[in-house]
């Protein structure tokens, strides 16, 4: 076999491997399948997109393709099921949209008996509304309340303490009031303490002539001390001289 | 001639002199001892006690027990010469490690016990006092004490008689002659005050308010 053939059967079962591959991922994703329009009713269209997920039992089955307004005024909302989800959805379906508080709003599909019949595509039944911001705003509305109540009560005693306030004001910094008269006290014992200052001065001077006198004297006793030492070496000198001394004798009375 | 003279002379002064040196503790003892009665009479208790304190310190110094004992006696005896009582742990102490048998006489002497005084261990000037005590002669006690020459000896001979015996004014009154003759204050005092209640005691109340007038003036 030449060496072209070889290489134009590759780039052809290359080419084919490649078409079936997209070909089955294609039929995988359903791009082959039969998809069903249903019509949904609502009296607003708040919360509904196109692109909308449609779920049931979690999964997601479909979405919404359209939304338009009727004569009458309501909204119709064009929901689109591919043939393999079509089992879910009866005539006893019940459609919701369901707004939570976190997270994307979504259509849920409620079946109770699967072995009903499928819904009519010209049927158009009601999208029920679950609003979980609204319950949640409902539920939390009497404690805002409350805390409304609250702030108030609070406002009304920061008055009462701006009225007393003033009061204290008043007394305590008014002409009259205590901390003048603190003022005046403590200005009055500053002055004392002023004028003891020299007293202190001199007591201070005082205690260390004292302290140093204090030296001397225990100089001046030692010197006594060593006169008296010498005087008595003196007197036991004359006393052994004169040798008329007895010997002390410690008597009882 | 007259060198030889003076020669002599400064022989026979040297011959007069001689060396005898007696202990320092003996003497300081001695001193404060004498210190010690005189201020502790006078009332001076401020500064009789470190007087006694000297004299202990320095008979500690000489070891010497005996005198040790003595001087708390001397003590215990002074506190009774102004009628006042003393507390004996000190010299039991001291006599348990070297007892003494005219310490003992003259303890008991001082306590009361009469018939435990052995006589002859007994300084000789209360011989014939302590026969009287013995006998509780009320009638020779004023006759005895006033016989006692040295005034101490007196004054503790009266203390001894009113403390164990019963008494009149004139033992008291010879307490207080006595005191004032030698100006000792506080047996002075104790006599007088012990004479003001002799008298309250027997009704005799101008006496004692007289007394009383004679404290107040003596106090200032």
Known sequence: MKREVKVGLFIVCTAIIICVALLYLANEKGFFARNYTFTLSSQSGDGFTEGMPVEFSGFTIGKVQKLELNDKGLVLIKIKIPQKHLKWIKIDSTFTLYRPLIGAARIIVTTDNLKSAALPEDKIPEVQIVNDINDSIEKVQPLLDKVTQIAENLERVSSKIDVMAGKADVHVFGSEGTMPQVNKILKDVNGKLERLNPTVDNVNKISTEASEGLKDIGILRSNVDDTLNAVEDVAKGVDSIISRKKEPEIKLP | ?220
């Open chain 2, 1 to 220: 001639m007259k060198k030889y003279l003076i020669l002599v002379l400064m022989v026979f002064i040297c011959a007069c002199g001689s060396r005898q040196q007696f202990p320092d503790w003996k003497e300081t003892a001695f001193r404060n001892f004498e210190n010690y009665k005189k201020n502790f009479l006078n009332d001076r208790e401020g500064v009789s006690e470190p007087h006694f304190v000297k004299v202990k310190q320095a008979l500690s110094d000489g070891n010497d027990l005996n005198l040790l004992a003595k001087i708390y006696l001397t003590k215990y005896a002074l506190h009774t010469a102004v009628l006042e009582d003393f507390d004996d742990s000190e010299f039991v102490r001291i006599n348990k490690l070297e007892p003494g048998k005219s310490n003992i006489a003259y303890f008991n002497f001082l306590k009361g016990n009469f018939t435990a005084v052995e006589d002859n261990f007994l300084p000789s000037i209360y011989s014939s006092f302590v026969k009287i005590a013995r006998n509780k002669d009320t009638t020779k006690a004023f006759a005895e004490v006033n016989s006692i020459d040295d005034p101490l000896s007196r004054l503790i001979a009266c203390g001894i008689w009113i403390k164990h015996f019963s008494y009149d004014e004139n033992i008291l009154q010879l307490a207080i002659n006595t005191s004032a003759e030698n100006g000792w204050k506080r047996p002075l005092w104790a006599y007088l005050i012990k004479l003001q209640k002799y008298y309250l005691d027997h009704g005799e109340t101008a006496k004692a308010q007289n007394i009383n007038k004679r404290l107040d003036v003596l106090k200032n």
